[in-house]
Structures are given as C-alpha cells and as structure tokens.
C-alpha cells in the first residue's frame, strides 16, 4: 500500500511538471531570468515617475530593481499613459506595469493583477474616527485627492500648499499624515495597489507576486521617503 502511494505520488508530480503548473505560455519569467524586463511606467508619484531624461523613481521603480537584481535581469524602462501602457501589456509588447494601480481597474478581467500587495488610506487628521465632518473645514492638497470624499461627507475642503502649516484638520494618505507627524483618524476611503502582467503569465505573476508580498512589511517606510 504504500510502495502504491509512493508511486502515486511521484505520478502525481511528473504529471504537474509536465503541464507547467503555473506555466507561462509566452516563457515571460524564463526570457526576464538573466535578460531584460520590459517595465511600462505610469506617472503617479510617490509610486512612480518616469522624466523624458532620467531613470524612473519612486516606490515601485525601487521595488522593481530589487525584484530584477534577483532575477540577474536589466530593466528597460518604458513611459505612457495608463490605458497605453495596459493595452501593451495586453499584447506582450510589456512584462509588466507599475504606477499605483489599482486593483479595481477595469483592465483587471483582461490582464494579470497581482494580489494586493499595500493598501492605500486617505484618512483625516485631526478629527476622531467615525466623526461627523459635517460642516469641518479640511486641509487637502489637489493633487493628493480627497475632495470629492470630504464633500460627500459634508466636509469644507480647503486647498492647501503646506499641509503642515494648516491649523485645522488635514485630509491625505495615511503615510503622508504619518510622515507630517499627525496620527490619522475618520478614514475617507481606501484603495489596493497592484501590479501587472501579461494575460495568462501565471508563472511569471506568482514569481512578482511572492517578491511583493515578502516585502509589504517595508511599503510605508518606502512611501513616507519618497512622498513630499
């Protein structure tokens, strides 16, 4: 009996080498080991940026170095817009997409997105959890977002250059608050970010995907570093 389950075993484990599991049909992860990965970069700073001159930065970039130092790969940059970049993926002309996606994108049915890897939280400072808004004037940058949250809320959202310099409550990521020294209160909303690769790469996403997850402990020192 078990002479029969030994065999099994072993059937069972040539069986699963044979088909791949996970396997890439287009040999992403084989082709990037020691070669080159073809990175598009969305601007969305901290999590990206990509000048007309000059290496990318931020979050991901940085991540992405680490995950290619592993790989003994060279990484080829390449800027565009979201949908751009996506649509490349789609066909191969990419390895992978970086910028702060999110994990609710509309691409998500069309591409490989990997599990969740940091979860961004715009919060207000300054105000209790599950405190009314009601009426408060808010601190938020434009850029940053937010206003359309506080608004729902019934909240006055002021425009701010300085967030530290505003006397009141201020609205922005949790890592931005942290980085001011404000501890954060009434969260506003909350996003999952996520990396992409091509469709049906599955060898090469669980590759991204255990190198993400073995360094999500490190994402919120990253961002305070990198965010103004």
Not at 6 to 21: E, F, N, Q
């Amino acid at each position: 009996m078990r002479k029969r389950a030994r065999i099994l075993i072993t059937m069972i484990a040539v069986a699963a080498a044979s088909c791949g599991i996970p396997r890439d049909p287009e040999g992403t992860l084989a082709r990037v080991q020691g070669g080159v990965v073809r990175v598009g970069v969305v601007h969305n700073p901290p999590w990206a940026s990509l000048p007309a001159s000059g290496e990318a930065s931020g979050v991901e970039p940085g991540l992405v170095r680490l995950l290619a130092a592993e790989l003994g790969a060279r990484v080829e940059w390449v800027p565009g817009g979201e949908s751009e970049l996506l649509s490349a993926l789609e066909h191969h002309s990419l390895d992978l997409v970086i910028g702060g996606l999110s994990a609710l994108s509309p691409w998500k049915p069309k591409l490989g997105f990997s599990r969740p890897y940091y979860t961004d939280t715009l919060a207000v400072a300054g105000v209790p959890a599950k405190h009314s808004l009601r009426g408060v004037r808010v601190g938020v940058e434009p850029d940053r977002g937010g206003a359309a949250a506080l608004q729902s809320r019934g909240a006055r959202w002021v425009p701010v250059a300085d967030l530290g310099a505003f006397p009141g409550p201020v609205a922005a990521p949790v890592w931005r608050l942290e980085r001011l020294g404000r501890g954060a209160g009434e969260v506003l909303s909350q996003e999952k970010r996520v990396f992409a690769v091509p469709p049906g790469e599955n060898g090469w996403l669980t590759r991204v995907e255990r190198f993400l997850h073995a360094r999500r402990d490190s994402i919120p020192a990253m961002l305070r570093a990198e965010g103004r």
